[in-house]
């Protein structure tokens, strides 16, 4: 193995990134490279799929994310605030799991434009994590644009102190305004703090001829003509999924950056994925309750005492439903519905009808 992507956007970052995960697999095989990384834009949704596929022919998956950073609070939203990029990568299962955690914050906590997350969100669950600077919207490439040259130092400082090892400087030639200046420092800050190197490319797209079709994707994203001058697009067709050839060549002043990938794809440790099971949410029970079984049998009785007469026949026919719904572990499931539309219908927000065959259960 000779070097890894470890900065590539696939069609889950959306209206962004423009290589199939089929496709990705494919040249990845074709060119002889055993391991690559994914890294959409702020989610996991290509992870699955793309792990099953790359595992399925011999390829070594390594789970990513480019986050959306933000230094202030992520509660904290104004419209002058613009998040910064960083790269986060799956170490080993702790790391997929608090990948997970970030990603789902980001969203439910931090959204504004874009998912994003905190500087607290990241301290507590870095562990497991390999961090990178990420493109020339990273926070320590930004605050270089900005001439805050001592500011991207304590940045690096920053980042080093939290992950050590795990953290590394990206350096990428693709042809972005600023980008020679911007590499320069990075490189100055590298040797200056002892923190390696790695080179990414950035792919947004699988070969060079394909960057049409991604510009496309920009217009279409944006609300923009194609003819727009004014409207956002890359600066060259340079993001595209390049050979180990490729890269060597790109960085031959800097081989180490070339073989710091490969040293980096083998920190990384199997993920165990376990498909076609239900990973139910637990529900928190009142504590006189022994479990989310024995609650949502009371719950049932009580609901049906109030609608029709208790019967033998109708007991049966509970203690039935009950004992699927148990066998197939689906109680918390329950228990969180009756919540959802018990708190819904206090609101006074519609509920139902659902599906058809809700009506044949006594249970629901």
């Given at each position: 193995?000779?070097?890894?992507?470890?900065?590539?956007?696939?069609?889950?970052?959306?209206?962004?990134?423009?290589?199939?995960?089929?496709?990705?697999?494919?040249?990845?095989?074709?060119?002889?490279?055993?391991?690559?990384?994914?890294?959409?834009?702020?989610?996991?949704?290509?992870?699955?799929?793309?792990?099953?596929?790359?595992?399925?022919?011999?390829?070594?998956?390594?789970?990513?994310?480019?986050?959306?950073?933000?230094?202030?609070?992520?509660?904290?939203?104004?419209?002058?605030?613009?998040?910064?990029?960083?790269?986060?990568?799956?170490?080993?299962?702790?790391?997929?799991?608090?990948?997970?955690?970030?990603?789902?914050?980001?969203?439910?906590?931090?959204?504004?434009g874009k998912p994003r997350f905190d500087f607290d969100t990241l301290l507590k669950h870095h562990k497991g994590l390999i961090i990178g600077s990420a493109c020339i919207e990273g926070i320590i490439a930004k605050?270089?644009?900005?001439?805050?040259?001592?500011?991207?130092?304590?940045?690096?400082?920053?980042?080093?102190?939290?992950?050590?090892?795990?953290?590394?400087?990206?350096?990428?030639?693709?042809?972005?305004?600023?980008?020679?200046?911007?590499?320069?420092?990075?490189?100055?800050?590298?040797?200056?703090?002892?923190?390696?190197?790695?080179?990414?490319?950035?792919?947004?797209?699988?070969?060079?001829?394909?960057?049409?079709?991604?510009?496309v994707l920009l217009a279409i994203q944006t609300n923009k003509k194609l003819e727009d001058e004014n409207r956002m697009r890359f600066p060259s067709s340079e993001f595209y999924v390049k050979s180990p050839e490729e890269m060597e060549?790109?960085?031959?002043?800097?081989?180490?950056?070339?073989?710091?990938?490969?040293?980096?794809?083998?920190?990384?440790?199997?993920?165990?994925?376990?498909?076609?099971?239900?990973?139910?949410?637990?529900?928190?029970?009142?504590?006189?309750?022994?479990?989310?079984?024995?609650?949502?049998?009371?719950?049932?009785?009580?609901?049906?005492?109030?609608?029709?007469?208790?019967?033998?026949?109708?007991?049966?026919?509970?203690?039935?439903?009950?004992?699927?719904?148990?066998?197939?572990?689906?109680?918390?499931?329950?228990?969180?519905?009756?919540?959802?539309?018990?708190?819904?219908?206090?609101?006074?927000?519609?509920?139902?009808?659902?599906?058809?065959?809700?009506?044949?259960?006594?249970?629901?």
């Amino acid at each position: 193995m000779r070097f890894v992507h470890l900065h590539l956007h696939t069609q889950y970052s959306f209206l962004d990134g423009a290589i199939k995960i089929d496709d990705l697999i494919n040249k990845v095989n074709n060119l002889g490279m055993n391991a690559v990384a994914i890294t959409d834009h702020g989610g996991l949704f290509g992870v699955v799929e793309f792990y099953l596929k790359a595992i399925k022919e011999g390829i070594k998956p390594i789970i990513g994310m480019e986050g959306y950073f933000t230094y202030g609070k992520m509660e904290e939203k104004k419209k002058e605030d613009s998040p910064y990029h960083i790269l986060l990568l799956a170490k080993n299962e702790e790391g997929y799991k608090n990948l997970i955690k970030i990603s789902s914050v980001s969203y439910l906590k931090g959204f504004y434009g874009k998912p994003r997350f905190d500087f607290d969100t990241l301290l507590k669950h870095h562990k497991g994590l390999i961090i990178g600077s990420a493109c020339i919207e990273g926070i320590i490439a930004k605050d270089i644009r900005k001439g805050n040259i001592e500011v991207a130092r304590e940045h690096a400082a920053l980042f080093k102190e939290l992950k050590g090892e795990d953290f590394y400087i990206e350096i990428m030639r693709v042809g972005v305004p600023d980008e020679d200046r911007v590499n320069d420092e990075l490189l100055k800050i590298s040797r200056d703090l002892d923190i390696p190197i790695i080179a990414t490319n950035d792919a947004h797209y699988l070969n060079r001829e394909d960057h049409v079709a991604h510009d496309v994707l920009l217009a279409i994203q944006t609300n923009k003509k194609l003819e727009d001058e004014n409207r956002m697009r890359f600066p060259s067709s340079e993001f595209y999924v390049k050979s180990p050839e490729e890269m060597e060549e790109l960085f031959s002043d800097l081989p180490e950056a070339i073989k710091n990938t490969v040293q980096l794809a083998e920190k990384i440790e199997y993920i165990p994925f376990e498909t076609g099971k239900y990973h139910m949410p637990e529900f928190d029970i009142p504590p006189e309750f022994s479990s989310p079984g024995e609650y949502l049998k009371h719950l049932v009785e009580e609901g049906i005492k109030s609608k029709m007469a208790f019967t033998e026949e109708v007991k049966e026919r509970i203690n039935y439903e009950l004992s699927v719904i148990s066998r197939m572990g689906f109680e918390g499931y329950f228990l969180i519905i009756n919540d959802i539309v018990k708190s819904a219908r206090e609101m006074g927000i519609f509920v139902g009808p659902g599906r058809g065959s809700a009506a044949g259960s006594l249970v629901l």
